[in-house]
């Protein structure tokens, strides 16, 4: 069963029309939501299940620049800015503080990986860098183990993901914002080639724009819509503790285990190098478009096969929109979560750190995380279909760069000078001959 999530009160009525409906209620969608409410725009959200459901409530809760794709760090500088002033803005405790994240360097090559990302991101002058020594031991105190090094980030941070989404979406009403839940988007009407309304198990949403931000589910959405959508899933599990004493304040990553501290004083935990790929019909589709991640990073992908591929395979026959439609069906995606990972998590952590050895665990869960090729979302118009934009594929890094990402979205549906520049993240870049590939030292 998933973590417990702050509720948020729907609105109970469908409007007959508004200038644009918001497919998917995390953390995308809901900060999409609260820009354009913010701007005037009326704006429906739908949600096939309850806000921030599945993985924007199930991740780790990381806001980091350290170790992000030089193509994000544009927006994940935005996102920072926004998560500073998030809890005045939203008038509720989203969990976010500045506490900073530690990478550890374990080996020479790891050294040589975070050196060469300071050098791509030397650009936009952070304040993130290499850490050692007695430095090191002041800023991660307590552990049995000497690193070589550690990428240092101060003013990265920790939100809480079961508190966030919820926050921004509740204010996002308060703003003018409809929020509907349990009312899934089945797809979209189309006239002289644009979109025209969204039609949902409630009914039919008259509208000129449609944005997705399905997550896990785009890949299905943009496929009845006859687009191509390299999308596959990820599973990642992670374990909540107590309350515990004595364990650092700062977020450390290290090739065993991951761990940030959360505002009830717990822990959120996780293997911070296993990646669980179940095999389905699409990872045969998309093999080519994934082969150079998997190059990559081939020791991070362990391929699954289980029930997902009967499921998927199911489910692949486009749904007449008068009909439930398969997200309807399964509300909440809730994977089984990969309880080896997790336990060899909390055992590295227990060698490490005296203070985990008397770590409770209290929950643990799994989401599934919506992967592109390159690793890098996609946020962008169609342009073989007006009035359709797509925000999804980020790669279990959404968490952290949503607020400015949703204002991104905001930006490219009103037509206003986008924040960043959206070029790294158009859809386009699968079919116009790129060959779109992950970042090399991250």
């Given amino acids: 069963m998933g973590p417990q999530v702050d509720p948020v009160t729907p609105d109970s ?37 309850h806000i921030a459901g599945e993985q924007s409530s199930r991740n780790w809760g990381w806001c980091r620049k ?20 998030m809890n005045e803005r939203v008038e509720a405790e989203t969990g976010f ?22 050098e791509q991101a030397r650009l936009y002058q952070l304040d993130t860098r290499l850490i050692s020594g007695a430095e090191l031991e002041q800023i991660m105190p307590g552990t049995s183990k000497r690193w070589k090094a550690a990428l240092w980030s101060p003013t990265d941070g920790r939100a809480e993901p079961q508190k966030a989404a919820p926050a ?25 080639g644009r979109v025209a309304a969204a039609v949902t198990e409630r009914g039919r949403i008259a509208c000129s724009t449609v944005v997705l931000a399905g997550g896990a589910w785009s890949r299905r959405f943009c496929r009845d819509l006859g687009l191509r959508l390299p999308q596959l899933k990820v599973r990642a599990s992670v374990v909540r503790t107590a309350p515990l004493g004595g364990a650092p304040e700062t977020a450390l990553w290290t090739s065993a285990a991951a761990f940030r501290k959360r505002l009830d004083g717990g822990y959120t935990i996780a293997n911070g190098h296993a990646n669980v790929a179940p095999i389905v019909p699409d ?33 692949a026959k486009p749904v007449p929109l008068d009909r439930p439609s398969p997200y309807e069906r399964v509300r909440v995606l809730d994977p089984l979560p990969d309880s080896r990972f997790t336990r060899e998590a909390l055992g590295g952590l227990a060698r490490l750190f005296p203070a985990f050895a008397e770590a409770r665990v209290v929950q643990e869960w799994a989401g599934l995380i919506d992967v592109t090729p390159d690793i890098v979302p996609v946020i962008s118009p169609v342009e073989t279909l007006p009035g359709f934009l797509i925000a999804t594929g980020f790669s279990g890094h959404g968490f952290g760069i949503g607020p400015g990402a949703g204002r991104l979205v905001a ?32």
């Fill in 13 to 49: 009525k469908i409007p007959p029309r508004t200038d644009v409906v918001i497919v998917g209620g995390g953390i995308i969608g809901t900060s999409t939501a609260l820009c354009l409410a913010e701007r005037g725009v009326a704006v429906v959200l739908c949600e096939k299940g």
């Fill in 66 to 85: 350290a170790r992000r794709d030089p193509r994000e760090i544009p927006l994940i500088i935005e996102s920072m800015r926004l998560w500073q002033g």
């Fill in 97 to 118: 503080r500045q506490a900073g994240i530690l990478f550890a360097a374990e080996s020479e090559a790891d050294l040589a990986r975070y050196e060469a990302w300071l």
């Fill in 168 to 192: 921004i979406a509740r204010a996002a009403r308060r703003k003018g914002a409809v929020v509907l839940t349990d009312c899934a988007v089945r797809g979209l009407e189309t006239q002289a």
């Fill in 283 to 315: 990872s045969f589709r998309f093999f080519r478009d994934f082969l150079p991640a998997i190059r990559m990073d081939w020791s991070s992908f362990h391929l699954r096969l289980d029930g997902r591929f009967l499921q998927e395979w199911r489910e």
């Fill in 411 to 442: 930006d490219l549906v009103t037509g206003d000078t986008p924040v960043v520049d959206p070029t790294p993240f158009r859809f386009s870049r699968f079919t116009d001959g790129s060959r779109p590939q992950p970042t090399s030292g991250i």
